[in-house]
């Protein structure tokens, strides 16, 4: 195993620990993942391979919050490395844990890694139909931020099916609502730039 956290994890799961040291133990899990994201390096895989393994076997809802977030940075890297298959395993995981905990904010998020990683692998209708799902989601616990970003990832995959006047308007919507409601700066020129 390439990290000390994901020892301890497993030790822990090994002894099916429900105790504090679980929390600690995710909570370094959660802080080195950070960190390697944001190194970026292709000498993590291992270590991201690892701690989807060992997170998918913590079983219920103890520390969702924190599993849901080292899924998702699990996720984030494969999808970046191109794991495809990895990152929607990861997402699927992520699905199942935040259906169990009934966060739709978690769904989205789950949705929309689905999505860009089936428009990436040229599965553009089912990265639609999760675009789809999670703008409904979006709206329905009015995160606007994920609407946007659902708006921006929709596009784009209209722009991967040929479908550009369809994935004007998308872009059109996400660079209107992003100036409205002064979201992130980085979404603004995201939108145009796939516009344009």
């Given at each position: 195993?390439?990290?000390?956290?994901?020892?301890?994890?497993?030790s822990?799961?090994?002894?099916?620990?429900?105790?504090?040291e679980?929390?600690?133990?995710?909570?370094?899990?959660?802080?080195?993942g950070k960190?390697?994201?944001?190194?970026?390096?292709?000498?993590?895989?291992?270590?991201?391979?690892?701690?989807?393994l060992?997170?998918?076997k913590?079983?219920?809802?103890?520390?969702a919050?924190?599993r849901?977030?080292?899924?998702?940075?699990?996720?984030?890297?494969?999808?970046?490395?191109?794991?495809?298959?990895?990152?929607?395993?990861?997402?699927?995981?992520i699905?199942?844990?935040?259906?169990?905990?009934?966060s739709?904010?978690?769904r989205?998020?789950?949705?929309?890694?689905?999505?860009?990683?089936?428009?990436?692998?040229?599965?553009?209708?089912?990265?639609?139909?999760?675009?789809?799902?999670?703008?409904?989601l979006?709206?329905?616990?009015?995160?606007?931020?994920?609407?946007?970003?659902?708006?921006?990832n929709?596009?784009?995959?209209?722009?991967?099916?040929?479908?550009?006047?369809?994935?004007?308007?998308?872009?059109?919507?996400?660079?209107?609502?992003?100036?409205?409601?002064r979201?992130k700066?980085?979404?603004?020129?995201?939108?145009?730039?796939?516009?344009?």
């Open positions: 195993m390439g990290s000390g956290h994901i020892a301890l994890l497993e822990l799961l090994k002894d099916c620990s429900t105790t504090p679980l929390k600690g133990a995710l909570t370094r899990l959660l802080v080195e960190e390697r994201l944001q190194r970026g390096s292709s000498s993590s895989l291992d270590f991201f391979s690892d701690a989807l060992l997170l998918t913590l079983k219920g809802t103890l520390y919050e924190s849901l977030e080292c899924l998702f940075d699990c996720g984030s890297y494969f999808y970046h490395d191109a794991k495809h298959e990895k990152a929607l395993d990861a997402a699927i995981q699905n199942l844990l935040a259906t169990q905990v009934n739709q904010l978690w989205r998020k789950a949705l929309t890694l689905q999505g860009v990683t089936y428009a990436d692998m040229g599965s553009v209708g089912d990265a639609l139909i999760c675009h789809y799902s999670a703008l409904e979006a709206r329905q616990i009015g995160d606007i931020e994920g609407e946007c970003r659902e708006l921006i929709t596009g784009v995959a209209l722009n991967y099916a040929g479908l550009y006047r369809e994935a004007i308007r998308c872009f059109k919507a996400a660079a209107d609502m992003a100036e409205f409601h979201l700066p980085e979404l603004i020129p995201t939108a145009y730039i796939n516009l344009a």
